[in-house]
């Protein structure tokens, strides 16, 4: 999902991709390295059968895959067309 933020150095709005990972994606990409602060807990609650809350809506978990140990193990994946209408919900929330 790509979002707003403001630049340091300017102050203007970049487009920022966030993504979601696992802490296998500190393995996967060579040379990252937390400098501060610590890592991120991992989530709950995503596993077949549960469901997660997205902007106010209940997401049910439908399926699980595997990726041969790659980054895409770390992400979720959900229809695109039903994906749409809330990215843009986060994206155009000036």
């Known amino acids: 999902m790509i979002i707003n933020l403001p630049k340091r150095s300017t102050g203007t709005d970049a487009n920022v991709p966030l993504r979601g990972v696992e802490d296998a994606a500190f393995e996967v990409h060579a040379g990252i390295c937390i400098v501060e602060g610590r890592r991120f807990e991992p989530f ?3 596993e077949l059968g549960d469901s997660i809350e997205v902007r106010g809506e209940s997401w049910p978990v439908v399926g699980i895959f595997t990726a041969d140990g790659g980054v895409s193990e770390s992400e ?13 919900l986060c994206i155009n929330t000036r």
């Not at 979720?76 to 843009?88: E, F, H, K, N």
């Open 44 to 46: 709950a609650g995503l």
């Open 76 to 88: 979720i994946w959900c229809d695109a067309g039903v994906l749409q209408p809330a990215s843009l």
